[in-house]
């Protein structure tokens, strides 16, 4: 009976009766995090949903092969708040990952097939669930789009120098394979941009990287296959590909 305190407590849950409660409170358990831990990583199963007890969770995007830190942050989750939605929807992956924000922080955690087998047996309490859930989606985004809207989230800028020169050189095909690539990867952190030439019209088609924290790279006579290498290797793993490196930059 050890969560059902807070369940009365969460929007979504608050309409049920104890006996309802009860029933859920059975496949909850706590977990006790400190500052800095990592509760789940992007890409990991989504195999519970989570409910913020005590402290404060951020969720962030992480760049492989660096140091996640608070700049990374997307939103932040106070005390009786829900995260971990992924567990809810298809595939049931997770979008973001989950840090202890706070000194401490406690979470409960509702194991998604327990959850999800209630939902089929409890249809009507199911029901009321699912429309509070989406209510707190919904208010959810609406905070997510307008913080979007004052200070958009980009860790990683490539711009694609399709001056005159760099087109004739080759940088649509270029810039094809940055778009396919990035579209694969399923990250929404990494803005995509087009650019002049930078005066070096020999060494065409250049693609500038700009990663958060990092200085920028600007590669040269670049191709299709040279800008997945770099994409996979500089951008998603963090290796600087040197020896596409524009000569004087790296």
Known sequence: MACIDLLQHIEAFNTLTEKELAVIDGFCREKGFIYGDRIFKEGDDATHLYIVKKGLVDLR????????????????????????WSSMVPPYRYKL????????????????????????????????????????????????????????????????????CGIAAGAREVMKALTEEVSRSGRQNIQVETGGCIGKCWSEPNVTVEIHNEGEIVYQKMDAEKMRRVFNEHIINGRIQKDCVLEGEE
């Open 61 to 84: 995007f992480d760049l492989p092969a660096r140091e996640t830190s608070e700049a990374h942050t997307l939103s932040s989750i106070p005390e009786n708040n829900i995260f971990g």
């Open 97 to 164: 990952s989950a840090y202890c924000a706070s000194d401490s922080c406690r979470v409960v955690m509702m194991e998604k097939s327990r959850f999800h087998d209630y939902l089929y047996e409890y249809p009507k309490s199911g029901y009321l669930i699912l429309s509070e859930l989406l209510k707190v989606v919904g208010k959810r985004f609406q905070k997510l789009q307008g913080s979007a809207d004052e200070a958009p989230l980009a860790l990683v800028k490539v711009t694609v120098h399709m001056g005159t």
